[in-house]
């Protein structure tokens, strides 16, 4: 299933590079030709590099995705990395809405003995960890088995984070599948052990995707460059598993 999105993917990829290299073509003339050639295989081998990027990361960490809950194995700490309430237009976020819905469902199939909500903080009247926390209280989770990260500004900061700063040695990510894939190259460059459980999601639009291929290869730069977190300071352990 996944290879044949992904071959869809590309072919619409491809059609749009043919039509709107077709279009260009009919308004140049012949002097251009020769620089628009050129000009048009870089454009072309960087496409191909980007979509070998998204598909390489994929392929890279497809064995410690897992969609079925029977299937996981266990881990003291999920890491539940954080998204918008709602959308930019005020509806409900179906991403967000089924991040806790797997959080909650770790929880009770004791999959789990404890959650690390990691987002954004960056106002007082924007907190992803503070949000996840309260509706997940409202969800039966006992505040007793949950722990915020307000420093998890970027997949990048949530993912290091949780194994600098809070000690977590082992791990299950809470996402869905496209963003659980970018957040798993992380942890693997980091030397972190970590799987991931996947939230359901909606089909996704082009210009999603699109978007993930660009956050896809910005992930593989910052590990390149060696890009830290924003914030690190002193650790704070989580409480060992074996008395939550």
Known sequence: MRFTKSIKFSLKCGRFFIMFTAMLVKKLSPKFTVLFRALLYAIFALIILCLLVDRGVSFYVRDKIFT???????????????????????????????????????????????????????????????????????????????????????????????????????????SQKFHCERALLIAQAHNIDAICFVAKQPELHFSTQIREVFARIKAVFDLILGVEPYFLGEPQPLPNSTTL
Do not use: H, W
């Open 68 to 174: 079925n809950i029977d299937e996981l194995p266990f881990r003291p700490c999920a890491l539940v990395l954080g998204t918008s309430k709602y959308t930019v237009s005020g509806k409900p976020n179906v991403y967000y809405d089924s991040r806790l819905m797997a959080a909650k469902s770790l929880i009770e199939q004791q999959k789990v003995n404890y959650l690390l909500l990691s987002g954004d903080n960056r106002t007082l009247q924007y907190n992803e960890p503070r949000a996840m926390f309260r509706d997940l209280r409202k969800m039966g989770v006992p505040e007793t088995l949950m722990f915020r990260d307000f420093a998890g500004f970027r997949t990048l900061d949530s993912v290091i984070r949780a194994d600098k700063i809070f000690q977590v040695k082992t791990f299950t990510i809470v």
